[in-house]
């Protein structure tokens, strides 16, 4: 690209898109071509098309008489490579060079922005390209064709006499070419088809092809703009202390100390919180740290992990919501021997890389905010009910996100800054400190579940699952919390890829005391891929029967998944001899509209110290826009997830959560770190997604290889090293 790249700001559940809904055209401020797309949200809003230069439709392509292209991209990009692979769809079927497209980040507004596969605007649930796919093709296609018609029309040829090439139309016939830029003014005034001819799989030029990513260079040099980056003139900087039990109150503080640190100017005081604003950021940590603050804990001071652990175990003999039933489960299991188990997984944190941060404005005439947020409608909505301003006097500027994983995803951050900032006079940026973003957060859920199953022949006959957890769902998104059943917390559970003649799933709601819960780089998959596939080991062994061969067995109505088993058994060497205690585990799963296998390899020492050797991986995505996209994607999931198996739990004492940094809340390190590779399966299906498949699939591949290489079934994560050196299961 000519410049330097930067979002420019401006001043599983798939929907039916009928076709006419998709091509709207126009004429764009300043000329050229405006192209739009309507996206019907989950609302069933449909919007018509003007020819008003300031008509803004759900998401639209601007193509400019020099030939620039720029797309209004409502999705974020928060490292998963999707502002390069939308601009990549879109290229292939408009038929320009990469380098003309520039992507702007869309301004809040769910009606016109609207994430087609989840009904509002939000960035989650690895639906980026899975949404956007078809209506980007049919939009690039369908303004390649306005274009060539209108060049055929100078021409006095027929249409089907002409092609594109690199941003022009070419009459192969005479040699005669036009730019598209030379054709918009014209191509603008014609009606849109209503049936665009897409490319097919084998004329694709770009997609599937390895495309450099668009954003590296300038986060490479520093260009590029995250929300911690964001300085408005007159700036002043912030950090804050928010109580250290859930639901506790400031009693009192005594401030003196910290306003005789040089650089600090103000302290906010509200009821659950104290913020220190400064000259910069780190006079506002000392003065911070100097506060002495009284709290008031309030009814959780004295929750506990075991007590929580406690209410969920008695949730789970409860009979729950039925979220799935086929066959006669009770049955079967009454007249077999079962097998039983009991699962658990812990509170984790997300601890993304860029601090939560968050830069406020607010006036008696509006707010402005600067921020890197998943879902700015919803950071636009919370700062316009805090400050009683109307919607539209909220101004949201969406930057480059350094890490989401869910945490971003919530707006609690951005409500405490606007709290804040109504104290503040000027902008005021609010950063969290490590501490208390591990400490005062929102956590992915705990859960606790029992299975019960029986075996005949070598293979799974009936199988009982019950979880027991809070439900994410029913706070974010009430409308989705259904006849107590909250879709995330059993996904995957629901949809076993096993052949099961009797499955029976139930779901048990059980909040728990003193924490709250949100998502975290996929919170059902990742509970449920590796509670289900190591009980699925467990079984195996019951059976007497190899792991990979088990599964092979009863994946007969999953053909794709199959495949992803045996490519993935092959590239590992399963079967091959390993050292004294190492050993291979396996997975498998179906999520997100991908599938994955993945072989995990590891050596256990004699004090129970884990080392993963090596990790394989084969997916079946779909059609893949960028194969590089993919393998990072899915080598960073599975490291995210290992880090969680391996080293992370959120725990609590007297209400307090007990981690506060990377000290006692672990990353995995370099030199930790094994071997990954990833397979590509090659695939004419429609894209799934691939942001968080990665991370479910390291946990249960992990346990099945630990218990090949030492006998110890684990049953709960955080790994229990010393469970694994005493060689049994605490």
Not at 281 to 292: E, F, I, M, P
Not at 314 to 338: F, I, M, N, P, Q
Not at 489 to 511: G, I, T
Request: proline share 6%; hydrophobic share 45%.
């Amino acid at each position: 690209m000519s410049e330097p790249w930067t979002p420019r700001l401006p001043a599983t559940r798939k929907m039916p898109v009928s076709r006419r809904d998709f091509l709207k055209v126009g004429v764009a401020a300043g000329g050229g071509l405006f192209l739009g797309f309507a996206i019907p949200s989950a609302r069933g809003a449909k919007l018509g098309v003007a020819h008003d230069p300031a008509f803004s439709p759900n998401a639209f392509i601007r193509i400019a008489r020099t030939g620039a292209v720029t797309l209004i991209m409502p999705q974020v990009e928060m490292g998963q490579g999707v502002y390069t692979s939308i601009a990549v769809i879109l290229a292939e079927e408009l038929d320009v060079r990469l380098a003309t497209v520039t992507l702007e980040a869309a301004p809040p507004n769910d009606a016109l922005y609207g994430n087609p596969a989840l009904g509002f605007q939000v960035t989650g649930g690895s639906t980026s390209i899975r949404a956007f796919w078809m209506p980007l093709r049919r939009a690039g296609a369908g303004a390649r064709a306005m274009l060539i018609a209108a060049a055929a029309n100078d021409w006095k040829v027929d249409p089907a006499a002409c092609g594109t090439a690199a941003g022009e139309v070419v009459h192969a016939a005479s040699g005669r070419r036009l730019s598209y830029g030379s054709l918009v003014d014209r191509a603008a005034r014609l009606k849109p088809p209503a049936n665009p001819t897409l490319k097919t799989p084998k004329e694709f030029r770009m997609i599937g092809t390895v495309v450099p990513r668009l954003d590296t260079p300038d986060k490479v040099t520093g260009k590029a703009l995250f929300g911690i980056d964001a300085l408005p003139p007159g700036v002043k900087f912030a950090t804050l202390m928010a109580s250290p039990v859930l639901g506790g109150k400031v009693i009192r503080v005594d401030d003196a100390a910290a306003r005789a640190i040089p650089g600090v100017r103000q302290i906010v005081v509200l009821d659950d919180l104290v913020a220190v604003v400064a000259d910069h950021t780190w006079a506002a940590k000392q003065g911070l740290d100097a506060l002495n603050i009284v709290w008031e804990d309030g009814p959780n001071a004295h929750v506990t992990t075991e007590e929580i652990l406690e209410q969920l175990k008695a949730a789970s003999e409860r009979s729950g919501a039925v979220a799935k039933s086929v066959g006669d489960v009770a049955k079967e299991l009454g007249g077999a021997e079962r097998v039983e188990a009991r699962y658990h997984v812990p509170f984790l944190a997300h601890a993304p890389m860029e601090p939560m941060n968050c830069t406020v404005h607010v006036r008696a005439d509006g707010c402005e905010i600067w921020v890197g947020n998943q879902v700015i409608t919803r950071a636009q909505a919370t700062a316009a009910e805090i400050t009683g301003l109307p919607k539209d006097k909220v101004i949201v500027h969406n930057h480059l996100l350094g890490g989401g994983f869910g945490r971003r995803l919530e707006v609690d951050g951005i409500a405490k800054s606007v709290r804040i900032a109504q104290k503040v006079d000027g902008p005021v940026k609010v950063i969290w400190t490590r501490e208390e973003d591990i400490q005062k957060a929102l956590y992915r859920p705990f859960y606790f579940d029992r299975f019960e199953a029986s075996l005949a022949g070598g293979k799974i006959t009936a199988w009982k699952h019950r979880i027991a957890g809070s439900s994410v769902l029913a706070r974010w998104a009430p409308p989705a919390f259904v006849n107590g059943i909250d879709s995330d917390a059993v996904e995957v559970a629901v949809d076993l890829q096993y052949d099961v003649p009797n499955l029976h799933v139930e779901y048990v709601r059980q909040e728990p005391s003193g924490i709250q819960t949100c998502f975290w780089r996929g919170v059902g998959p990742t509970h449920n891929i590796f509670v289900t596939e190591s009980f699925v080991d467990e079984l195996a062994h019951k059976a007497g029967k190899d792991p990979v061969r088990f599964r092979r067995d009863q994946l007969g109505k999953a053909p794709r998944l199959l495949a992803c088993l045996d490519l993935v058994a092959s590239k590992a060497g399963w079967g091959q001899v390993l050292p004294k205690r190492a050993g291979r585990g396996v997975a498998v799963q179906y999520a997100f509209g991908s599938y994955l296998a993945t072989v995990a390899e590891v050596e256990v020492d004699e004090h129970g110290e884990v080392y993963v050797r090596r990790c394989v991986c084969a997916v079946d995505c779909g059609i893949v826009v960028n194969p590089d996209t993919v393998v990072a994607q899915l080598e960073g999931g599975i490291i995210f997830g290992l880090t969680a198996a391996l080293h992370s739990e959120i725990t609590l004492a007297k209400g307090r959560v007990q981690q506060s940094n990377f000290n006692n809340y672990r990353m995995m390190r370099i030199n930790e770190a094994p071997k990954i590779e990833v397979h590509l399966i090659p695939s004419v299906e429609a894209p799934g997604g691939i942001g968080e498949p990665g991370t479910a699939a390291a946990a249960p591949a992990l346990a099945n290889a630990l218990f090949a290489a030492t006998g110890v079934r684990l049953r709960k994560l955080p790994v229990d090293r010393h469970a694994l050196a005493a060689g049994t299961a605490a």
